[in-house]
């Protein structure tokens, strides 16, 4: 995932796949999972919200200066993206 120059570096399919399943199995009520860009560790972070406004908390990637920028979000359940 994720393997462009639009973005700072792949994903592998199965760290995804496990952030989506620990969401799921989490027992807060979570619907979306973040991957979140960490400049500073160089590494995607998961990060997992209830309500959709939460992603309005983090700057897209590549449009602020932040240390940690939104890349994509997803829909835990129907894995689609949401943002």
């Not at 009520?29 to 995607?44: G, Q």
Request: charged fraction near 30%; glycine fraction near 4%.
């Amino acid at each position: 995932m994720f393997d462009s120059p639009d973005y700072p570096k792949p994903l592998s399919e199965s760290d995804f796949e496990n952030w989506l399943e620990e969401g799921r199995n989490s027992p807060m009520p979570y619907s979306y999972l973040l991957i979140v860009w960490d400049e500073l560790e160089a590494r995607y972070i998961p990060v997992y919200v209830e309500s959709r406004e939460e992603l309005q908390s983090y700057p897209k990637y590549g449009s602020s200066p932040e240390r940690q920028s939104l890349i994509a979000a997803y829909d835990i359940y129907s894995e689609s993206k949401v943002g």
